[in-house]
């Protein structure tokens, strides 16, 4: 897919339009067409694995202030 930069900033326009104008659904289908077209790109090909690393590591370093447990670490 040699255009699917293409298609992401339009993606990204289409974003904008639609906040501008107030419509926020459209504005989230756009979010959403253009955030798939760029895990669907080698570059954001890590995206997922990314975020997955970054929440459990936020979920080990909170679960301890959650629980009430003294133990840190």
């Given at each position: 897919?040699?255009?699917?930069?293409?298609?992401?900033?339009?993606?990204?326009?289409?974003?904008?339009?639609?906040?501008?104008?107030?419509?926020?659904?459209?504005?989230?289908v756009f979010a959403l067409v253009a955030l798939v077209l760029f895990i669907s790109t080698p570059v954001g090909a890590g995206l997922p694995g990314a975020l997955s690393t970054f929440l459990s590591t936020l979920d080990t370093?909170?679960?301890?202030?959650?629980?009430?447990?003294?133990?840190v670490g």
């Open positions: 897919m040699p255009n699917v930069g293409v298609l992401i900033f339009f993606a990204i326009v289409g974003t904008f339009i639609c906040a501008k104008s107030r419509v926020p659904g459209g504005a989230v370093a909170a679960t301890p202030a959650l629980t009430g447990s003294g133990a």
